[in-house]
Each structure stands twice: as C-alpha cells, then as structure tokens.
C-alpha cells in the first residue's frame, strides 16, 4: 500500500493522512488489498478537480465499497461484456454510445436503475434476485430495451409541473408502448423481455411499486391475469389506445394521467428509492429534460462579440494570457495490480496551430535521401482490366462480341482475355518522437544529442515517404503527470515537408517525462479516421515509460503494452526503433517479441529507422 499512499500524496496530502489513519484504526481493511486499492484509486479519479470532496470520501467513505463479492463479480462481468453489448447496441443502430456503471452506493443497500444520458448507458454494478446464468440475458433485455426508447420515444420532454405519480407512471406506459413497438420489427424481444416479467399479487402487493410492477406485466403479457381493479383498467385503457395508433404518443400521456388521478384516490405514491420493475428497465432519465425557459429568459441578448486577432503593437491581456486553450482528450488507463481500466484517468493536451495543404508543385518536389520501396502496387477486384491479348481468364462478354462480329462476316477483335488491375498501397505512418527531458542526453560514444537524432530520422522518413507520395504525420509527446500529456502535431498528413515544419521540427526541445500509453492511445485514435491499407505508429524513443506520478516500474510499462494491444486490434501497427541499450527486458513486454529494434549507433539510427519502417509497410 506504500505506492498507493505516495500516489495519494502527490494528488492531495491530506487526503493521505486520512487514508493512513483509516487504515490505522481498522487493519482488517488491508485484509481486501484489491478491494481498497479499487476505493482509493477511485476517488482519486472522481474527485480529481475537487480536492475537498477528495478529503471527504478518505475521511468519511466506506472503504469497502468495493469489497462486495457480488458486486465485484458483476461489474468484472459487464467490463467483460462491454465490446459485445456495443455490438448488440449497434444491431438496433445506435453505434455511438457508450458503457459506463453507476457509482459504487456507500451503504451497500441500494442499487439504481439503468441510466442512459449524454450518449452514455450506465449500468449498476450489481443485480439483485438474478442468477448468475441469467446476467447475458438481462443486460440483452437491458438494451434492447434503451434500443427502444431511443427509436420511438420523444426523448427529453420538459417535465413541467408533473407530480412524481404522473411522470411515474408517464414512464411507465411509454416503457409499455416503446416494447409494443419494439416487438413488431423483432419479435423475439417479447419472451426475452417476457423473462424477466414476474410480479404477482403475492410477490409484489399492493403499494405504488407492486400495483405498478403488476401493471407493467400486464401489459406486456396477454395471458396473465390480475384481479385488481386498477391493474385492469390500465390494460384495457392501454389496448384501447395501442388498437387506435401505438405512435399517438398524447394519447398514452392522457392515459397515464387518469391513472394517475385514480392512484392519487387510493393515496398512493412512489417512494423516494422507487425504480421502475422489472430489473431490465432504465430510470427514465432519457425522457426528461431540463423544463423549458421562462419568458423572460427567451429575451435575453445572445450575440457575442467576435474579437479580431491583435494588431502587431497590441499586447496581450494579462489575464487572457494564463488561460490554458490547448485542446484536451481523456483516456482510459491500464492498472496491471487490479487487472482494470481507469476510465478517463489521463488527459492528452494538444495545442491548436494552423493547417497547410499542399500544392501540387509542393507534392512534386522532395529531397529525400532514402528510397522506401514499400509502396509497391497490390491487385484490387474493383479494377477490371478488359480486351487484352493475354490475361488471368476470358472475358464473356468480348467473347460474345467476337461470335457476333465473326457470324457477321467482321473481322473479330483477338483481345478477349481480362484481368483484374492493381493500384498502389496506401499508407498513413506516424512518426511518434518521444520528447522527454532524456532526449537531451549525448548517445553514449558520440557528441550527438538523442533528440538530435530522432530530428534527422524524422526528416529522412518524411522526405522519403513524400517522394513516394505516402501519408506521413511526426508528432511528439512529452508529459508532465497524468493530467498533462503534452501532445505536438509537427507534421500532418496532409501538409508538405517544407520549411516551416522543418523549424518547427528544429525547435523541438526535450522536457519532462515519458507517458507513453497515453500518447500511444492519441495516436490509434488520429488514425482511425485515416483510410488506409497499412496503419502504423512508429515509435522513437531513448527509454522506458515513466512520470512524476508513478512510483511503481511496471505500472507504465504494462499500460503502454496494453495500448499497443488496443492498437492492435484497430488494425494500427506499433513498432519502436530506441537508443536504449538496455531496452530489451521492457520493449519486448510492451511492443512484442518483433516489433522493437536497439540501435546503439548515432549514425545508424536513421538508417535503421527507414529499414523498419519499409518492412512494417511490406507486410
């Protein structure tokens, strides 16, 4: 717990007094080392920004939040399951939201309902009266059901004065409605969704959460009966409006009013811990939203003043000065010793800087030194190459031209043979520099700095690939604790090589530390909206992964490898050509066995540098 206390003190140190002093006065805490390291590590990326509410959770949290075995099984489960539910997500067509659970509850007793909002759905991290054999069916019913709502329901409707009854029940007759229609384009959603339906008198009784849960399954099963009064009358009134139009959404609204109104007669309302039944069905947050303005608001003066750039004598305003305006990007983190994402843990900085493009008389001019020859043109069954003297096979129809003209007394054209065209390779390279304050080092038996020479290997790779005219982008990264990863685009693919980002490239200067994973992460990320055969990230770097934040030798080490495999399986090659002579014991853990190369040698490095990067394009 050592390291996990100096990771505490570096965010607050208060913070790692009270965790200290937790532990003091209950040892049997460290008895769940995973447990409480999962407690801590959480409040550390909860309450980042509010050092406060930091203090407050270390001082006054349950430090067994995370102990809960039921809970811990079934959060592992839906981690497990994330990419699947996506997929089946993306089979109703809603391929842009996200997987998130809720937070841990600090008594252990109550678990929310699914939440979906802001593109998110949200999950509890435990289910309750589910078998464990039952989960993969219930998380389907869970978003299936969201798949519903988001194709039919009016979402964000302003709640105006609505009483907690009515938008209750509101909810629930439009859960109702949604499934009805749901069902008519995948019918096998009904015994799905019908699975988890089990309300009876008996089970459920009579307040507003049973005579509501009894409700939702008689209108989602034909044949169950129930004897109550306003259970009946909430189906009949239902199979009259879905009989009328199933899409006249006032329609339902008027009904969900009367019973409302017939609720309010029996005195009965939901409680304060009242989520929707059954277990598959979200909260309903998605349907509100915030109530509309009042009039006053709507007059409001609105236009903002748009402020030209300064003129040249122009000094800058002191206060505008220290605002940060670098872009920011949050990516997930791999922690090896709980075996789990910290979601959003570290942030990536990147400064915004204008764009070129390149002319043609800019494409056409290069001084590259190094010819890759990678680029070698590759067969595509989309070119179709006709009436050729010779070829792969016949082609049908010139065959048949010849049979007409022959039979029509013409001389027939010989060319009857086709096969398929071929087109160059496309490629997107980035050249990733690592620009950490080791850079500044001299190679050992030489007077040349390293980030001297990862300069010179960029600008060979760059000028080379330009003359082939492949894409090539050489960024760099630095970083300064997890919430300052400093991310430099110097080249993009689209700009030229020319004298501009070759000075900026000459500028360059090392500084800080090596957050390699969070860069690596950045990088798959630019290149997923590149279209390309090969995708690669070439790494240059001088050592291992390390920052001011971490203590531990493998923490970065096993996060970089693990952003090598997320690369990995977004068709993005890593590879990574270093100065280190030592290099071996961790860059064949994170890049594996054949994707690093040690070059010892100032002078060789961009030759080497070249050489690799025309294998990983000949693959």
């Not at 609505?162 to 008519?184: F, G, I």
């Not at 009242?274 to 939203?289: A, C, K, V």
């Not at 049979?403 to 027939?412: E, K, L």
């Amino acid at each position: 717990m050592a390291d996990l206390a100096v990771q505490i003190a570096t965010e607050k140190p208060e913070a790692a007094r009270a965790f200290a002093d937790r532990i003091g006065s209950d040892p049997t805490l460290l008895e769940d080392a995973v447990g409480l390291r999962k407690w801590a590590v959480h409040a550390l990326q909860k309450h980042r920004h509010d050092p406060k509410r930091m203090l407050h959770h270390f001082e006054w949290g349950n430090p067994r939040a995370f102990s809960d075995q039921r809970s811990q099984g079934d959060t592992e489960f839906l981690l497990g399951e994330r990419g699947a539910l996506l997929h089946y997500l993306a089979g109703f067509g809603f391929d842009d939201y996200a997987i998130d659970l809720h937070e841990p509850e600090e008594d252990g007793e109550i678990f929310r309902a699914v939440t979906i909002e802001d593109g998110v759905v949200r999950l509890p991290r435990r289910f309750e009266a589910v078998d464990q054999a039952d989960r993969g069916l219930l998380v389907r019913a869970i978003f299936a059901h969201a798949a519903a709502h988001l194709r039919h329901s009016p979402l964000r409707r302003s709640s105006g004065n609505r009483r907690p009854t009515l938008v209750a029940l509101t909810a629930l007759v439009e859960d109702a409605r949604v499934e009805r229609l749901m069902v008519r384009d995948y019918p096998g959603l009904h015994a799905l969704w019908g699975r988890f339906h089990n309300a009876t008198k008996e089970t459920s009784g009579f307040d507003f959460a049973g005579l509501s849960s009894r409700l939702s399954r008689a209108l989602h099963d034909p044949a169950y009966n129930d004897t109550n009064t306003w259970v009946r009358k909430g189906r009949d009134l239902f199979e009259e409006a879905a009989a009328s139009d199933l899409n006249d959404v006032s329609a339902f609204d008027r009904l969900a009013r009367t019973l409302s109104l017939d609720m309010g007669k029996m005195r009965l309302a939901p409680s304060r811990h009242y989520r929707p039944q059954p277990l598959y069905r979200d909260d309903n947050t998605i349907l509100w939203g915030p109530d509309a303005a009042l009039p006053e608001d709507t007059d409001r003066d609105t236009e903002v003043d748009v402020v030209d750039a300064m003129e040249p004598d122009e000094k800058p305003d002191p206060v505008l000065a220290d605002i940060d305006i670098r872009r920011r990007f949050r990516y997930p983190e791999w922690d090896h010793r709980v075996a789990a994402l910290r979601e959003g843990w570290t942030t990536v900085l990147e400064d915004e800087r204008p764009r070129t493009k390149a002319s043609a008389r800019q494409r056409g001019v290069s001084k590259a030194r190094v010819n890759v020859s990678a680029s070698e043109r590759i067969p595509d069954r989309s070119i179709r190459l006709t009436r050729l003297s010779e070829g792969d096979e016949l082609d049908l129809n010139v065959v048949v031209d010849n049979v007409v003209q022959q039979r029509s007394g013409i001389a027939p054209d010989g060319r009857i043979f086709c096969r398929h065209g071929r087109r160059r390779r496309s490629t997107a390279v980035i050249l990733l520099m690592d620009l950490s304050i080791s850079t500044n080092r001299f190679v050992p038996g030489s007077f040349t700095k390293v980030i001297d020479v990862e300069k010179q290997a960029a600008v060979v790779i760059a000028q080379a690939l330009e003359a082939q005219h492949d894409r090539i982008a050489v960024h760099g990264f630095t970083s300064n604790g997890r919430h300052e990863v400093s991310y430099q685009r110097i080249k993009e693919f689209d700009e030229p090589f020319g004298q501009p980002h070759q000075a900026s490239l000459a500028a360059l200067e090392g500084r800080h530390s090596t957050r390699m994973g969070a860069a690596l992460r950045h990088a798959t990320a630019l290149l997923a909206s590149e279209i390309a055969d090969h995708k690669v990230v070439l790494v240059l770097t001088d050592g291992e992964p390390s920052d001011i934040d971490v203590v531990e030798d493998d923490y970065l080490v096993e996060d970089a490898r693990e952003a090598v495999v997320g690369a990995l399986s977004q068709r993005v090659r890593t590879f990574c050509v270093t100065l280190d002579r030592r290099a071996d014991h961790y860059a064949r853990r994170i890049f594996g066995e054949r994707n690093y190369l040690i070059t010892e040698r100032a002078s060789t490095f961009a030759n080497n540098t070249n050489r690799t990067l025309t294998r990983l394009l000949a693959l």
